[in-house]
């Protein structure tokens, strides 16, 4: 049995999209990954360095066989808003720098919301065939290890994440009905600061939501059965304290706040 991945095809996709990746499991095709665009770039000035990578529009369709009511529910991953993803990448200079809010890296993430349609058989393929690249995983062991090698490297690492609520949509009956269920995730912020030998983490899970819509006469009516919750939390981290001298301080002081009901642990 032959196994294909990466498979550059323009042919079936706009001229302003980047390229088409094809996943084929022996003759049977998929589904199709369609990039508008991907950037790479990396500037050194100094001891200074900034890596910058983002990716456009993602689509990935699927190429099964199976009819489905509604067009779009054939879209199994999309993206909403102008980008993907972006990543940013630096490493500073601290040579004689004595400011406690300083950070050695720093890590920026942004992301969009990523659109998914659950349709059972085009997904239980799509596991199998990513499940028979396990024999890379000698591959991905020795990645692991490197980066855990390099991670217990790294110190005072600035963080700054924003994820746009990733959205899960469960057709009732794809192939009959436009019904669906409705899962959006909420929006995933998180940033961390330094003052000495105090870091501060702020996180948050903004906008949870579930819905349900279904067509009675043709006309759409949306239930909401869960709306608008928020979730946010806060952690405080001491490094290197003497407890010789301190008792009552902890190493990690932890908060969450839910504000949709007022709740504070």
Do not use: C
């Not at 529910?73 to 993803?85: D, P, T, W, Y």
């Not at 217990?152 to 700054?160: A, C, N, Q, Y």
């Amino acid at each position: 049995m032959s196994l294909s991945l990466l498979v550059v095809d323009t042919s079936n996709v706009d001229a302003d999209d980047f390229g088409a990746v094809l996943l084929q499991n022996g003759s049977l095709q998929l589904a199709t990954l369609a990039l508008s665009t991907a950037t790479l770039s990396v500037t050194l000035f100094g001891n200074h360095m900034q890596v910058t990578t983002s990716l456009g529009d993602v689509l990935l369709t699927d190429d099964s066989a199976l009819p489905t009511k509604v067009a779009d529910f054939k879209k199994i991953l999309s993206i909403e808003g102008s980008e993907a993803a972006e990543l940013r990448y630096e490493t500073f200079d601290l040579a004689n720098n004595d400011d406690p809010t300083r950070v050695n890296s720093l890590v920026v993430f942004k992301a969009g919301a990523l659109k998914l349609v659950f349709l059972e058989k085009p997904m239980h393929d799509l596991y199998v065939f990513f499940m028979k690249f396990a024999k890379l995983k000698s591959l991905y062991d020795a990645a692991r290890m490197a980066a855990v090698q390099r991670a217990s490297e790294i110190e005072r690492m600035g963080f700054d994440v924003s994820i746009s609520s990733p959205i899960v949509i469960f057709p009732f009956d794809p192939q009959d009905s436009e019904d669906q269920f409705t899962v959006r995730l909420g929006e995933v912020t998180a940033k961390n600061s330094f003052n000495g030998a105090l870091q501060k983490i702020a996180a948050a899970l903004s906008g949870i939501q579930l819905t349900s819509t279904t067509s009675v006469d043709q006309r759409a009516s949306t239930l909401k059965i869960v709306d608008d919750v928020t979730i946010s939390t806060s952690v405080e981290q001491t490094q290197n304290i003497d407890r010789s001298k301190v008792f009552d301080s902890p190493d990690i002081h932890v908060s969450l706040l839910d504000t949709k009901w007022g709740a504070t642990y």
